[in-house]
């Protein structure tokens, strides 16, 4: 995974939530060796289907459609944890679902999924596709790493805001005004009283 | 085809350069202009005609203000005029010229292949469905639609057995009797006067254009008053007793006088074809409208409209003409299966201009120069403000329920 900084000290947002402990031998890969951090006002997220697991660039890509936008304005390290295929394998850790990636603040986490391989526009491809995510994002979040924060004493609701996000392919158009999909924004902010997105882009505070 | 528009302020209409295609469509927001050039090139393909039936001399709208009096006052855009208003129709027959408050004609002294019959289907069509027996109600509406009107009522007649409309399994059924129209579901019967403002809306525009496309399709003859046949038949000698003419000049022109004389193609001009319109219904319309254009290779579709799925459909055609024009034998047969011939639009028979008065460009084509279809434009960067609404409300409602 190519670098965006040199520096590997921890940033606060990992010790904050004391994430190398709490996730020690989920996954092929630990925190410490796997995370970046960045505090560029602009950061590309993806899918990368040659390394296998979440990165970013701060230079916009040819594939832009298929990023999740980042705009950092007060330039504060963000973190990326790519989760699926790094931080979190393995057959017990992952069962029930696991997303993409995680952005993270000091006081903001951001958890990814990304649909960017599904190239039909078809209405219930894509809500099947949607209601995927929801579930893995779900699951990594209030499964795996919001109990395993809570075991190492750090209340992840306390400490941060908490958000959602998925992604499909922009060049597709499928996610303009879809009333499906409000409704599923709707049915998970009453169900888990978090936000869920589809609009491909965050800006952090 | 292929005639050219130039309009400089022109009431709504900024600036504009087009070409007219077989199919030519507008998009943008209310107020515009979109009406408004549809309107001048229907005024511009009826002064066409008439002087070239020679029922006016070229003359006639350069004198005494007609060009603002007659031809703008009959669409009602008279008001329009100012002292910088710039129009010019570069047509197949004629030029015309508006500009410092004077109007003028340019005879190109092109050879009349027939004639057009020009058909204006205007946003408030569905008062002829509710207008039975009142016809004072309709004398109050601009000329344009009194036109349209009386072609409704032809159309009606027309379809003595009843009409299928392109949509739902519904069909029209008149009862010239009572002069009462009826529309018939699967197991229901409801006067015109009582259906859905759907039907009513498109019922006419529908029956109209089909009525039209079929008189075209038959060379129908113009219907000439008894002057204007006498007229007609003085020519006629007067060019066969003309012994200084040999008899294949003489051919020529009474050809070029039967043509005058002859319908060949239908100039159908649609404000909204969605009008009160579920999609689905807004697709099998669209169909039915672009399937009468194909009918003639000279006639031509011009349309307003609104509609996300229009332009989602109208590229669905170009697509279709697209695959076929690539395919062998045995899969054009398939596409055919899929969307059949008089469905297909081919790209270069398609313009489409997006009009818009806040913009620093008043009129852009939005179709894609590398693909021939319909490019991202102002309709679906709608959704996007939808969903910046939304998303903030949802940020509001989220906040309260964690509280």
Sequence with gaps: MPRLLQNNDLPTAITNLRLCTALRNCGAIGVADAFDKSSVEHLYVYDDQDLGYTDWNDIEPDFVSKCFMVTNPSNNTIVLLPLD??????????????????????KEMCLIEFKTNVTSSNYQTIIQRANKAIEQLWHTFDGIIKPKCNNNDRNVDHLLSVDFHIVFDKDLEITTANSELMDLQIQFVEDYKYQLYFDNEKRFQ | MNEHLTVKSFGPVKDLDIMFKKVTLFIGDQGTGKSCVAKLFSMFKWLEKVLSQKKYKLSYFEQYNRFKTKLCAYHSIESFIDENSYIKFEGNLYDFLYENGVFSVIDKSQDINGISKIMYIPAERSIVSVAENKSKLLKELPASSETFSDEFVNAKKFFQSGYNLPFEGLRFEYDSLNDTGWIHGADYKVRLINASSGIQSSLPMCIVSEYLSVKISDKEEVKLSKEEKDKLEKRVAEIMQNEELSNSIKDMMIRQLSYANRYNRLINIVEEPELNLFPRSQMEVLKSLISNNASSDENMLVFTTHSPYSLAIINTMIMGAKAYANANDEQKSQI??????????????????RLAS??????????NPKTGLISKNELDSASDDIMRVFNSLYQYYAKALTK
């Design chain 2, 358 to 367: 806040s913009d620093a460009v008043y009129c852009q084509t939005v179709i």
């Design chain 1, 85 to 106: 295929g790094r931080i979190l394998t393995g057959n017990s850790i992952i069962a029930g679902g696991v997303c993409d990636g995680m952005l993270l603040t000091e």
């Design chain 2, 336 to 353: 055919e299966a899929i969307l059949p011939l008089k469905y297909q639009i081919k790209k270069e028979d398609i313009a489409a201009y």
